[in-house]
């Protein structure tokens, strides 16, 4: 089996991910569906243990493959041909199994993939907390990358990334770009952000704000005049606040609901859903802070916030039933998938 070959076709074939498991034909997502990997219009043979242990070999340094060896699980990016791949090595009843994420080379923009001027506007602030949020697979990758590749194009400043792993490989145009990747630069997230402030940084870009240490170190960082960009696998901005809020032990959080209320910018959590004339397209609930949402935030009535994302409209916010309304009235998604992703059904045909 030639693994490179396979990523390859995969990646001119428009798929997003790539399974290898053992006992199974190779398996690709498309439009968000999984599907056989066809080859000649059928599928490739069962893999065994010497397939996915030549992958392995093929893909990995040495390092990676001890890695691979002690934790049982490694994460890492490889440029095969023209294409970049993010890929996840683990175990599966002892077997080796292996999923791999096709990265567009090409930088996306804010404007293609869909996201509203009053998000844009924010990257040109100089301090804040941004959030990205939503389930594996929704795009915060790729959102993140179009704001970097935004403020990167307009503005002369410092950009640091913390990844795991670097997926979009940057290169400087009016911004200074560092990458750090998670294990070969840095042992944590937490230990990066850390260090961060000595390496003179105006923007810094987390890959996932994972635990309690990592999202006070952000959280300092943004209060200290920086500006942030982070992702959670959160699924709404009333979830995120609360998930933020309840990493950190009780006599804490009073402090955490101000500094929330003072440094977070916005929220975006978003889908990507399938689109009627092929491919896949964002969804987005949309939280802007105002004086309303600080006022929620510092006095614990997130379950609130829904209220003032409506009637914040025209100041660019949107609810996720919203948005997911406008998509279907426009012809970009089907009335069933609006219906399957939204809180009150009843809206989408209202």
């Known amino acids: ?30 439009n968000g569906e999984l599907q056989p990997f066809l080859e000649k219009g059928a599928p490739l043979p069962l893999l065994s243990d010497q397939d996915l242990e030549q992958a392995a070999k093929s893909l990995l340094d040495d390092n990676h493959r001890r890695q691979l060896n002690t934790d049982r699980d490694v994460d890492t990016a490889v440029s095969v041909g023209s294409y970049r791949f993010r890929l996840n090595f683990s175990f599966d009843r002892g077997h080796l199994k292996l999923v791999a994420r096709i990265i567009d080379e090409h930088k996306p923009t804010l404007e293609e993939i869909g996201m509203p001027s009053s998000v844009s506007d924010l990257l040109d602030i100089p301090q804040g907390l941004i959030l990205i949020t939503g389930p594996t697979g929704c795009g915060k990758s790729t959102t993140l990358a179009a704001m970097i590749n935004y403020i990167n ?14 997926e979009y490989v940057f ?9 750090r990747e998670l294990g070969s630069d840095m ?4 230990s990066g952000l850390k260090h961060a402030l000595r390496q003179d940084p105006n923007v810094i870009m987390v890959g996932e704000m994972r635990d309690l240490e ?4 952000a959280v300092t960082l943004a209060e200290t005049g920086h500006l942030v960009l982070a992702t959670l696998h959160t699924y709404s901005a009333a979830q995120t606040i609360d998930r933020i809020i309840d990493i950190f032990p009780a006599h804490q959080q009073g402090q955490i609901r101000s500094q929330l209320s003072m440094i977070l910018a916005a929220v975006v959590s978003q889908r990507l859903l399938p689109r009627l004339s092929g491919g896949r397209v964002a969804a987005r609930e949309i939280m802007l802070k105002n004086s309303a949402i600080a006022n929620l935030i510092r006095e614990n009535k997130v379950a609130q916030m829904k209220t003032v994302l409506e009637t914040n409209i ?25 219906l399957n992703y939204a809180e009150e059904k009843a809206f989408i045909d209202s």
Do not use: W
């Open 214 to 217: 990592t999202i006070a170190a």
């Open 187 to 190: 042992l944590s997230f937490a």
């Open 1 to 30: 089996m030639d693994i490179k070959k396979i990523l390859n076709t995969v990646a001119d074939f428009k798929a997003s991910d790539l399974h290898l498991i053992f006992g199974l034909s190779p398996m690709v997502r498309v």
């Open 153 to 166: 194009s307009r503005r002369a400043c410092h950009i640091l990334t913390l990844e795991d792993p670097i």
């Open 314 to 338: 025209q100041n660019g916010m949107t609810t996720m039933d919203r948005h997911l309304k406008q998509l279907y009235q426009a012809g970009e998604i089907s009335r069933e998938i609006a």
């Open 171 to 179: 290169t400087a145009d009016k911004s200074l770009i560092s990458q």
